[in-house]
């Protein structure tokens, strides 16, 4: 169940942050989905007017539902829609195809707000990662986009012990996109 420490929960209704905060904490891959998760955000976009939204991508995202986030983030054409579709992109493994669109929502390749608002969180908790994530990389709004798509796929495949890690900066990435997100 993910802790919304970075919501402004005052923005969002009690029903809307009941579904977000039951939710188990999304993985770093495309994980199954949790059915429990998905039918009580199917009720909550449907109810909520949420339907085809950027919101309604992460909260596909956060039910596993990669097909359906990937369906609304690809029909917006914005910064916002691009960050959503490179982390749908990152969590089913296309590494490159995620750092391409994480590159398209950079403005004349000036990093976007969510990556300075994330490198600053993580450079705030940087003291409890470990030394071997380097993460330098990460606490740089220029590299933290790249760099956590690589640390995600290390983690999968050679650093296991960076995936607890990695899973609570994604979901710092998540609630910081959600809240830019209409």
Known sequence: MPHSDLLPASQYD?????????????????????????????????????????????LWLLAGELDQSH?????????????????????EGDLSNAKYWFRRSCAGGTSHGLHRQLAEVISEHQSTLPESMQVDDLTSADRVAN??????GAALTRH???????????????????????
Request: charged letters at 20%; glycine letters at 8%.
């Open 14 to 58: 009690d029903t809307l942050l009941e579904v977000i905060q039951s939710a188990p904490l999304p993985g770093l891959d495309a994980q199954p989905i949790c059915r429990d998760t998905a039918d009580r955000v199917g009720k909550v976009i449907a109810t909520g007017g949420l339907s085809g939204t950027l919101r309604a991508a992460g």
């Open 71 to 91: 369906s609304i983030s690809q029909s917006h054409d914005s910064a916002v829609g691009s960050l959503w579709h490179g982390i749908m992109h990152r969590r």
């Open 147 to 152: 760099s956590l798509v690589d640390h995600c």
């Open 160 to 182: 296991p012990d960076w995936r607890q890690h990695l899973e609570q900066i994604c979901w710092w990435e998540w609630q910081l996109l959600f809240a830019l997100s209409d």
